[in-house]
């Protein structure tokens, strides 16, 4: 397995794409509420990257038709958005890729539609949790089992499960790149982090069994029991200085 460092200017041209995927993030989340169709959100995201001069990473990977991925309540990954109309009570986990000046960027978030009951509350907040203490072993000496345990560790603690079929990965100008991330390892295993690395984490964590299925859409990952899931991503560069989350605001 071959992880490629980036230069320093390359960083600062992911920073630029993940700012942007960021910022595109949170102009979604503002205007998601009960009633509002996730084509709705796709259309707008499409329209506002055409504005900003990026492209989708996302629409024509490997056939997928949107810019967005809209994963609703039981849906963990790759949703696609459609006429359906979102609910008081739903989460939405949103995932976006954008390319910028050559350079990827990529970033998810969960929302709440609405109010929600407080055992959900509690799934996006540990899930997010597990994303931040995950981040902070992006350091250089570390290994990616240091990532990948802590989130599992985190999750299993608060008795959720992780979802073990789709993994984090590398980024830069390819959308995914060497290493995988799994959410679930041995601390003090896989490849050691160096100066350079850049990496999309992102814990995807259910609220029963750790099991999925893909519909038969062959795109939509949902649980395998139907309950709900979670799902938060942030690109960070492995520095000398420690982690630096290019997906930040």
């Known amino acids: 397995m071959s992880i490629d460092c ?36 796709e259309r707008y995201v499409e329209k506002r990257l055409g504005e900003l001069g990026a492209k989708s990473a996302f629409k024509g990977y490997r056939g997928y038709p949107c810019c967005l991925c809209t994963s609703v309540n039981e849906q963990i990954v790759h949703g696609i958005p459609s006429e359906r109309r979102l609910q008081e009570g739903d989460i939405l986990s949103l995932d976006l890729g954008v390319i910028l000046d050559g350079y990827y960027g990529d970033s998810a978030i969960t929302v709440p539609v609405g109010q929600i ?22 350091r250089v000496g570390n290994r ?12 299993e603690k608060n008795r959720f499960s992780v979802v073990r079929e789709f993994v984090g990965h590398g980024i830069g100008r390819g959308l995914h790149e060497e290493p995988q991330i799994p959410n679930f390892g041995m601390p003090g295993h896989g490849a050691v982090l160096k100066e350079g690395m850049v990496l999309a984490i992102e814990p995807m964590v259910n609220s029963g069994d750790s099991s999925a299925r893909v ?3 062959h795109w939509t990952a949902v649980t395998a029991d139907g309950g709900y899931s979670a799902h938060f991503e942030h690109m960070v560069a492995v ?10 605001l």
């Open 117 to 138: 009951s407080e055992p959900v509350q509690r799934l996006l907040r540990v899930t997010e949790e597990a994303l931040e203490l995950a981040i902070d072993k992006a």
């Open 6 to 41: 980036k230069s320093p200017a390359e960083i600062e041209k992911l920073r630029r794409s993940g700012r942007l995927v960021r910022g595109l993030l949170e102009e979604i989340r503002q205007r998601v509420r009960p009633g509002v169709t996730t084509l709705e959100l």
């Open 215 to 217: 519909l038969d859409d």
């Open 144 to 155: 990616l089992g240091d990532i990948s345990a802590t989130v599992q560790a985190h999750a």
């Open 239 to 248: 520095t000398r200085n420690g982690p630096d989350g290019l997906t930040r």
